[in-house]
Structure formats: structure tokens, C-alpha cells
């Protein structure tokens, strides 16, 4: 499969889990940390909240893309969000391994149609079509 790469960015670590994290070009600079449910001493963002912010975002704007090109369809509102609760724990066939939910609320969207919109938009999701086949993603529409 190929892409037709539109925009690119890049970000370097340095320290892996217990260090830092900057893009680039400088617009973003995090301090990282191990949470403490593994062993760390928490204090500073981890990969996983890095990850689940990135998808969140990305999973609102596959909905807002998805909504404009069915005009007669429903809308995202303004008061749209994702939110998205990243896990990580050891597989059972080794290592380590994600598993999403996202939690989608679309106030005065049909339960019916909010759920037919997360579909499509799981289908067109660059984060969603990353993860399938490889991490459980359970969507989920309030």
C-alpha cells in the first residue's frame, strides 16, 4: 500500500521512558516518566497518554471529514469529543501490547446515526487503519 505523504513531522528521544521527548522543529518538548502503576516514579507524560491525546484528535477529525462529505447527513457539533483510554500490559505471546477504547459523544446526533458516522470514521482514521489487525480498538458512542 502506498501513500501519498502530504505533510511529515519528526520528534527524538532521549532517556526512552524516564527522559524526554521534542519534535523537531521545537513546537512541542515533553519530559517523560514511567507511571507509577509501572514501576515508575510518575511525574511527567508517558508514551501512552502522547499516543491517546494523538488519536483522540485524529479520530474527531476523521468524524468531521466523514460528516463533510455526506452534506444531507449528520454533522459533528461543535461540543463533539473523543475520548481515548490507551492500556498497556504484557501479551501473552511476549512483550508488550496497547488496547484502545474509544469513547465517542455527539450531543444531538441520533444514537443510530453517531454510531454509523464512528464507523466510517474507523474506516478512514489514519491512527484506526495503524492499529487494526494489531491492537484491540473498542469504539463506543455515548
Not at 67 to 82: F, H, T
Request: proline content about 7%; hydrophobic content about 35%.
Amino acid at each position: 500500500m502506498s501513500v501519498d505523504v502530504k505533510y511529515r513531522t519528526s520528534a527524538t528521544a532521549h532517556g526512552g521512558r524516564d527522559g524526554e521527548s521534542r519534535t523537531d522543529d521545537g513546537a512541542l518538548a515533553v519530559k517523560l516518566a514511567v507511571p507509577k502503576e509501572m514501576g515508575g516514579p510518575g511525574g511527567g507524560n508517558n508514551p501512552e497518554q502522547l499516543f491517546a491525546a494523538g488519536y483522540a484528535a485524529c479520530f474527531l477529525g476523521a468524524m468531521k471529514f466523514v460528516a463533510s462529505q455526506n452534506k444531507d447527513g449528520p454533522q459533528v457539533p461543535p461540543d463533539a469529543a473523543v475520548q481515548s483510554v490507551v492500556g498497556i500490559g504484557p501479551r501473552s505471546e511476549g512483550g508488550f501490547g496497547l488496547d484502545i477504547e474509544l469513547k465517542v459523544t455527539l450531543p444531538g446526533v441520533s444514537h443510530e446515526q453517531a454510531e454509523a458516522l464512528v464507523e466510517k470514521a474507523h474506516q478512514v482514521c489514519p491512527y484506526s487503519n495503524a492499529t487494526r489487525g494489531n491492537v484491540p480498538v473498542r469504539l463506543s458512542v455515548a
